[in-house]
């Protein structure tokens, strides 16, 4: 066996911010799975695999879902592992087909709350046009598990012949986001904490997967797509920066944010473009499309605040520069910690 290459001085154990979106993370990726397993090339990384079926090319992913409380305003752990695991597909530019799903249960866990997590998921499939037809359960002694985990797999179909991915983001693209951010993260912390604030913010989960297929049959020019979960959109835009090289810079007064998000975020000292979404997603296309592509997003209601949020520059540094509403110029890097554990 070879030597593990993480920083094993540094950490010898996993830490909460290793599944935060952040810096640790992409390290523990990187470091250990990614090495262990193999990977693709930088600008060719998505969270789903595209696999050659012949006739045509499929997308696989898997997704875990640990989220707690597992009850939240707008949603549960059941619809949030439909969403993300839908969600993830469509990101590749592929229409969701089936999913799989294995269930780890908690001795004890009441049969009334199983069964509200499993029709919910069974109605947000519905919704998505996706059909569960495979799965697994195990049962875990009580004390060593929390109520439900579940983990989702899932098949997609890609019928274009466009590459959708980090590398092929290009200078003089747009970066559009479909809507207002932060709601999922501060809904659940809400939840989980027991505060109340002025206004009731609910999870911002959906599936994407329509206006994300809208876009492609409308023919744009779709460089790149990306869903806004962990570490959120200053995560996305790092991540695409990277594998690209190249500057991407954010006008801070075009992201759409809640007022009331905002406050939440200020009242438990968050960064709002660090906290997780799970029905919002981000778009690289170039410039000339982007009226088009706002049309499109602008028809279906989960995406009808979408906004143009920044652009793509010719600066070869890999780094993301926010102008703020005051005017002032700063890098948005990766958080280094974990800002919301628990929340997808």
Request: glycine share 12%.
């Amino acid at each position: 066996m070879n030597a593990c290459p993480f920083p094993i001085e540094d950490y010898p154990t996993v830490q909460m911010a290793h599944g935060g979106g952040g810096r640790l993370m992409g390290q523990l990726i990187d470091k250990i799975f990614l090495t262990a397993f193999g990977a693709p090339p930088p600008g060719q990384r998505h969270d789903s695999a595209l696999l050659d079926a012949g006739d045509g090319p499929l997308a696989f992913t898997t997704d875990a879902f640990v989220v707690r409380p597992m009850i939240f305003p707008g949603g549960d752990l059941g619809s949030l592992a439909v969403h993300g695991t839908v969600n993830d597909l469509a990101m590749a530019g592929a229409r969701p087909l089936a999913l799989s799903a294995a269930f780890i249960l908690e001795e004890g866990l009441s049969m009334e709350t199983l069964w509200r997590i499993a029709s919910s998921m069974a109605d947000a499939a519905a919704d998505a046009g996706v059909s569960i037809v495979t799965g697994d359960t195990k049962v875990v002694d009580r004390g060593k598990g929390d109520g439900i985990y579940i983990t989702t797999s899932g098949v997609g179909r890609i019928t274009h012949d466009r590459s959708i991915a980090p590398g092929e983001v290009r200078d003089g693209d747009v970066v559009i986001v479909s809507g207002d951010l932060g709601r999922h993260g501060m809904a659940v912390m809400a939840e989980r904490e027991g505060l109340e604030f002025e206004s009731d913010i609910t999870s911002d989960s959906a599936s994407v997967a329509g206006p994300a297929l809208a876009l492609l049959d409308a023919g744009l020019s779709i460089h790149c797509l990306r869903d806004l979960t962990r570490g959120g959109l200053t995560a996305t835009l790092n991540e695409i920066a990277s594998a690209t090289s190249l500057r991407i810079e954010i006008e801070e007064r075009a992201v759409p944010v809640r007022d009331d998000v905002s406050a939440a975020c200020a009242f438990l000292g968050l960064d709002p473009f660090q906290v997780a979404c799970e029905g919002r997603f981000a778009i690289f296309l170039p410039a000339a499309e982007a009226d088009r592509a706002l049309e499109v997003l602008r028809a279906h209601s989960v995406s009808e605040g979408a906004r143009v949020v920044g652009e793509v520059t010719g600066e070869s540094d890999g780094r993301v520069v926010l102008a703020s509403t005051t005017g002032a110029r700063r890098l948005l890097d990766l958080p280094a910690g974990e800002q919301l554990p628990r929340i997808c």
